[in-house]
């Protein structure tokens, strides 16, 4: 098989665990996002590296989305309003200009652990319903029967063995199209400067925040609506954005 053209950058937001669930933030959030690798390479790097280079001086730091809204080092300077605005106003304009298409699943963990009586893992379910709809979109695309990449970070040996179980048993026929899907996974250090997996962890948390509460303004997800996956028909639930259950 060879390659697609498509590379797919994973990042989640909250954790995935059933036994003590946040009240603040009882949700997880995974979150795909899907690049056409010659966008990628010739405008979405240099931009990103362009944004450090005019904020930082350099394009080594790594953009965290958590750093940023706590204003924690390299990112102090966000404390100050009117650098803090700048800072924003570019940010979301990097992230709305570029173009990727975003795949994405929520869980409300309290409901589903109330639900079933052996609920399954909220990180294995939102995996399988998110590389089921990537592998929509990659068939649209006419993409499906080649190789295109799954880059996730790094979270620990046993974490990372789980994982890579999970996401072999999905793509090797425990899907709904129950078949093979044409994915291979990559683990990234977490200090990897990757701008795919940089772009990724910005974009989960504001996902996560919408379907916990859709009233509440939020500048982040007017962006990141316009770019998730939709059906032929423009329908976004179920598609692009997989709220469960």
């Known amino acids: 098989m060879t390659y697609s053209d498509y590379v797919i950058f994973v990042d989640e937001s909250g954790d995935h665990g059933l036994e003590s669930i946040d009240r603040e933030y009882p949700v997880f959030a995974l979150d795909f996002c899907i690049f056409r690798k010659d966008h990628y390479a010739n ?6 590296q362009e944004f450090k280079f005019t904020h930082f001086g350099h394009d080594i730091v790594v953009l965290h989305e958590r750093d940023i809204r706590q204003q924690k080092p390299p990112f102090v300077f966000l404390n100050n309003r009117e650098k803090r605005d700048a800072f924003m106003d570019e940010l979301n304009r990097l992230i709305d200009e570029a173009d990727f298409t975003i795949v994405a699943t929520v869980i409300h963990k309290q ?13 294995e379910l939102a995996l399988q319903f998110c590389m089921e709809r990537a592998y929509s979109f990659l068939q649209e695309q006419d993409q499906h029967k080649r190789i295109t990449h799954v880059v996730v970070e790094r979270r620990g040996r046993r974490e990372d063995d789980e994982l890579e179980l999970a996401f072999r048993r999905i793509r090797d026929g425990g899907n709904y199209q129950r078949e093979r899907l044409g994915f291979e996974i990559i683990f990234a250090n977490k200090k990897v400067n990757s701008a795919g997996l940089q772009l990724t962890d910005l974009t989960a948390r504001p996902i996560g925040r919408h379907v916990m509460d859709p009233a509440q303004t939020n500048r982040a997800w007017d962006i990141i609506e316009r770019k998730l996956y939709r059906n032929r028909a423009g329908k976004v639930d179920g598609w692009g954005l997989k709220i469960f259950p």
């Open 111 to 123: 409901r589903h652990a109330g639900t079933y009586v052996h609920p399954d893992n909220p990180y």
């Open 43 to 48: 405008d979405v790097v240099p931009r990103v």
